[in-house]
């Protein structure tokens, strides 16, 4: 039934939607990834960055319209030359990418994302971890041999990691094309699919249940920040600026409310939701200090 889902929703928002969204010039805001559509259909969400996601889009539904589309069609979409507003959701800022996308101020904080390896796999030697246990570099795990890390075509993992994928030879590499369902990563690294996959352990949490939890190892890689955000990210235009101010406004008001903070540290560690709070209390911080 889930596969039936982004279909349903894409022609029921795009129904009733339609109609209004050049009337009112609402922005369109995209999401590819696709455990969200039956969140954002129950209203029920199963982790921390979906709780946060859609409490800021319950937040200003009256003011954009939201579709669903797969990765590759969703960033086709942003880059189409015109002068509305298309924007997407669950998007890291890169450098690459303020060159030519708007971002909103941070939606939602959570773990950045960890290499995690297959059940079985013996735990990495000491010699490629750090001090602290984060592997200092992932592309020393493919030196002349058939290990092969999984990853999403069209996807940022983070400026640091996605400089040192780069590197990875093509032959130690499965990519995925097509929809954008995170939680298959999950579940073939879990089934022993593939040697190695980068997650966030969000998105891992998200497809695991207390009576089948996923027993993966992993680590943190060396030289990342331990908390991401997760922003909207937008085409260049005037009416994509205008916009962003008016959902920024949304975003500072929220950071202040107990159902932001709830959202944000939903089904996450003691360790982790101070890390996220930490978070959270520094860009309020930078925000009342830039005033």
Known sequence: MIKLFPLLLFVFISNASASTINAENKPTIYFDYLPFVKTYETQQAKNAVSATTLLFMQNITRHAALKFLPTIRLLAELDIDTEQSKCALFK???????DNYYFS????????NRLYLR?????????L?????????????FNDNQNTILLWQDISY???????????????????????????????IERGRTNYA???????????????????????????????????MCNKTDASKAWLDKFNAVLVELYESPEFIKANTFKISSQEKILVLNA??????????SD
Do not use: C, W
């Open 92 to 98: 890291l800022k890169t450098a690459e990418r303020l």
């Open 280 to 289: 959270i209390n520094q860009l309020k911080f930078d925000i009342l200090t």
């Open 119 to 127: 059940p079985g796999m013996q735990a990495l030697s000491v010699d």
């Open 105 to 112: 101020l941070p939606i939602s904080f959570l773990s950045t």
């Open 158 to 188: 983070g400026e640091l990691v996605d400089a040192a994928l780069r590197k990875i030879p093509s032959k130690n590499k499965i990519i995925i094309k097509g929809l954008t369902s995170h939680g298959s990563s999950a579940k073939m």
């Open 198 to 232: 980068i997650l966030f352990p969000s998105e891992v949490a998200e497809f695991e249940s207390e009576m089948q939890p996923f027993d993966l190892l992993s680590y943190r890689i060396d030289g990342t920040e331990p908390i991401s955000t997760g922003h909207l």
């Open 129 to 141: 971890l750090n001090e602290d246990g984060e592997i200092k570099n992932i592309t020393s795990l």
